[in-house]
């Protein structure tokens, strides 16, 4: 495990992925209690022995030696946090002088050996298990021998009781250890989860944006398409008429001048309108769908000078306003086909219907045009012609497009010489019903 994602502090004598209370443990709030516990019973228990010893044996010989025997296992002993936790060489060394001095002191003075609790506690925190066990049975070992020494005859329970007390506190301790570990290993599976989720939550982010940016992209060239492009093109073929007439029918030429300049200004209208916010610009000028189709089609007549007349019709009213985004689509969708019916199918007469149901809302576009084999979605039709020499045709699919991002369905009725009509049909979300008002009871009177 990295010990750059442990986001415990650093402690005394910790380093990467050094725990401060031995292996195993790792920071253990309750391993910490547990060590400080044993360290105050260490010195407790010491203390108690010299003071028995002093008590018990005044004078002797060898209680200079037991003194400073005594002092120098206290010394030892706090040597112990310095070193560290880890099973180092000059740890495991630090613990063999620990046992070294305690022998020696049990076997001047058996009342020493109840020190060894804590040095059970500290070799199975320091030693592998197999070591950490022969310790314990080493010095269970000198313990057994003390208190016999210490006991006026033989005495069953001193030769069993210590042998138990250290089984049963070796158990505690491996038990805890691998609880510990098992802890740890959660914790780290935790957060390699955690890592996990947070690293696909930035990947599906970035999907996200990814897939919007695109969308848009899409969108944007639709615009595009339905508003300046087709504007240009017609600019291009009013100029183009106006250059051929220039000489012969001055008065023509200017017609088709003052009609390229009009679509010149409603380019600009919707360029300005892309800067600001992309809404169509008929809609943004007040009167909702209907208006701007009827806008629509007076201007698609006025730009053909006769050459093509569009009617426009409204049937039905909305249970509740159209969606503004249903509102631009449908707009642009009129825009897009009346822009094909002008290009590519040489027809005189067009119509705009739009039809309000409760459900859905139908918009159908029809022309006298010479029509065309109507092929299936995807796949070009006669509308792709070529013009000076850049492929053309993206009226269809940006209107497919359109139709299914709304959730709607787009039909396309056409035969040669029949003409053509297009049908776009977008649903609308349902209306919750009204509860009735309530009716006051009837007076039984």
Known sequence: MDHRSDPRPPGPGRGPGTAPDGPGFGGDPEARRLALLMHAAFFLLLGASLTR??????????TPWIIALSITLAVLYLLGPVLGSRPTPRRV???????????????????????????FYTGLRILPPRAALALVALLTAFVVAAQLRLATGFDPNLVLAPPAVAAVATAVFV???????????????????IDDLLRTRRELAATERREGTLAERQRLSMEIHDTLAQGLSSQQMLLQAADRTWSTDPEAARRHVRTATG??????????????????????????LEAALYALAARES??????????????????????????????????????????????????????????????????????FTVEPAGVRGPGAV???????????????????????TLTIESAPGEGTVLSAGIPLAPIPPTAPPPTAPEDPA
């Open 93 to 119: 060394a630090w613990l063999g002088v620990l046992v070294v001095v305690w022998m020696v002191l049990v076997v001047l003075a058996p009342s020493f050996a109840w020190c060894a609790v804590p040095l």
């Open 53 to 62: 010893f002093l008590m018990r044996h005044p004078g002797e010989a060898r």
């Open 175 to 193: 038990h805890m250890r691998r609880q510990a570990v098992r802890q740890e290993k959660l914790a780290a599976r935790q957060r390699e989860l």
């Open 386 to 408: 070529r013009d000076s020499g850049a492929v053309r045709g993206h009226g269809i699919p940006a209107i497919r497009a359109r139709v299914r991002q709304l959730g709607g």
């Open 263 to 288: 679509i010149a200004e409603r380019n600009l209208a919707e360029a300005r309108r892309f800067v600001h916010d992309l809404a169509p610009a008929d809609l943004a000028e007040g009167g909702g």
């Open 302 to 371: 006025a730009q053909a000078e006769g050459a093509l007349t569009v009617h426009c019709h409204v049937e039905g009213a909305p249970a509740a306003p159209l969606p503004d985004r249903v509102q631009s689509a449908l707009l642009r969708i009129a825009q897009g086909a009346l822009a094909n019916v002008r290009e590519h199918s040489g027809a005189t007469a067009a119509g705009l219907t739009l039809t309000l149901l409760d459900d859905r809302v139908v918009l159908d576009v029809g022309d006298n045009g010479r029509g």
